[in-house]
DNA sequence: CTTTAACCCTGGAGGC
DNA sequence: TGCCTCCAGGGTTAAA
């Protein structure tokens, strides 16, 4: 289950593996991802080099001058290593590409959730793509300030959880590091997002960096060589998780049991403890905004 | 506009 | 042992 952490280790391998390589072969065995891989895109992608790789959100962006960019989404189930030349191809491989330095980047995804979409663009102009248009900031980036957080929050019925999880704010937080940054920013998931308050977005900030900073670095140490290895794929994100998965065990915290629930179809798990429900404060908003209707 | 739910797909787990 | 059902996940799309 590929999140932000395990994207941005993939596409670390990718640059180290196969950056500024001419690409020698793109073979496609599988079309039918989330949507088809147009059958021209190989012979599109002849004579390039892979000059680049760069991440928005969850997406890759491979980018072969002179011709474009190649959107490269992971699905929830997908993986890109790396595969000795001419080696067979298991069950669910479905793309390769195929470099001057010998390198062969394999696509694999059995759930085929995943996407590679061709965009006849450099990446720098890739953000104009509709899939890429609506995306929140980065949570890296300077941008992601404790106003940005509010003012996407602000009048929101929408449970904060599924506020975060839609992508719109802040990309970047998928269904198990939304639990886990909410249950480190002790914010209840259920809370509606537009009643989150400052001190709790505040909070929130710091908790979804820290959140996806120690996975990275998990996932560094751990997963070194990501692309290049056929380890368990996320298998170390357990090893932190505080909350995620562990309904009916104590909070690491409190020992008080941790709950599961389901949102917009989704499990989520939070501490009833740690996290509490905060009362909403109709009075206080309309005596600060008289003008409002 | 906002919000909700269905859908795409397969492997694995659990029930019988 | 096998067959059935259910669940997990991201994110787009259609519907309410």
Redesign the pocket.
């Known amino acids: ?1 590929p ?1 932000l952490p395990e994207v941005e280790t993939t596409r670390r391998g990718i640059v180290s593996m196969a950056q500024a390589q001419p690409l020698v072969e793109m073979t496609v065995r599988e079309r ?1 991802l ?1 949507w088809p891989i147009a059958p021209t895109l190989p012979s599109a992608l002849a004579e390039t080099t892979l000059v680049d790789c760069h991440r928005r ?3 890759l962006l491979m980018r072969f001058d002179p011709a474009g960019t190649l959107l490269v ?1 992971l ?3 997908g993986s890109i290593r790396t595969v000795p030349v001419d080696s067979l191809w298991r ?2 491989d479905h793309v390769q590409w195929h470099f001057a330095n010998g390198t062969c980047l394999r696509y694999h995804d ?4 995943g996407a590679i979409i061709w965009h006849p663009a450099a990446a720098g102009q890739a953000t104009e793509h ?2 890429l248009a ?1 995306l929140g900031v980065e949570p890296f980036d300077a941008a992601f300030t404790v106003d940005h957080l509010l003012a996407g929050l602000k009048g ?4 904060i959880k ?1 506020a975060l ?3 719109h704010i802040v990309v970047g937080v ?3 590091y939304a639990s886990e940054s909410l249950f480190r920013a002790r914010v209840h998931p259920q809370q509606a997002a537009g009643e989150v308050s400052k001190p709790q977005a505040a909070r929130l900030v710091v908790a979804i960096r820290e959140t996806l900073t120690d996975a990275l670095d998990s996932g560094g140490s751990t997963l070194r060589d990501y692309v290049n290895s056929s380890g368990e794929p996320g298998a170390y994100f357990t090893l932190h998780a505080a909350v ?2 562990k309904q009916d065990k104590p909070c690491p915290v409190c020992e008080r049991k941790i709950r599961r629930v ?1 949102q ?4 989520t798990y939070f501490c009833p403890g740690c996290q509490r429900l905060r009362k909403p404060n109709p009075a206080r908003k309309t005596a600060n905004n008289p003008k409002k209707p």
Do not use: C, D, T, W
């Open positions: 289950m999140e039918r989330r959100g969850k997406y989404h699905g929830m189930s069950a669910h059995p759930r085929r959730f509709p899939l609506r929101k019925k929408v449970a599924q999880l839609a992508g998928g269904n198990i995620y998965e389901v917009g179809q989704r499990a």
